[in-house]
């Protein structure tokens, strides 16, 4: 087996939202890794999302341990925008007293 034989893609991908994705299907990245960090095996990871291959999660998990910093300035970054777009939505759609606006309109 010769050295480009044992190269191999890292199968994610990024979305037209910038989003990282696993392989060819939905499951984030950010997703793989919280549950990896989090203790879960690669076994369990793919238990907890069958639409990902165990060799896909194992070939993520070992980018993740050779790129740590990369990949904790991405999650970082994800975790920045989904603040962000938390507070605009709390701003455009005030969440106080829904509950009692939701039973309002039942009655």
Same mark, same amino acid.
């Given at each position: 087996m010769s050295s480009?034989?044992?190269?191999?893609? *890292?199968?994610?991908?990024?979305?037209?939202?910038? *989003?990282?994705? *696993?392989?060819?299907?939905?499951?984030?990245l950010d997703t793989v890794i919280?549950?990896?960090?989090?203790g879960a095996t690669a076994e369990e990871i793919v238990q907890q999302f069958p639409s990902v291959t165990l060799a896909d *999660?194992?070939?993520?998990i070992a980018y993740y341990l050779r790129h740590?910093?990369?990949v904790r300035t991405y999650l970082a970054q994800r975790q920045q925008q989904a603040a962000q777009v938390?507070?605009?939505?709390?701003?455009?759609?005030?969440p106080t007293g829904v509950r009692e606006r939701l039973l309002a309109r039942r009655s």
């Open positions: 480009t034989d044992a190269t191999e893609r *890292v199968p994610i991908r990024t979305d037209a939202d910038g *989003v990282i994705r *696993v392989g060819d299907t939905r499951v984030t919280a549950a990896f960090d989090a *999660v194992y070939s993520v740590q910093q990369d938390r507070q605009e939505n709390e701003r455009r759609f005030n």
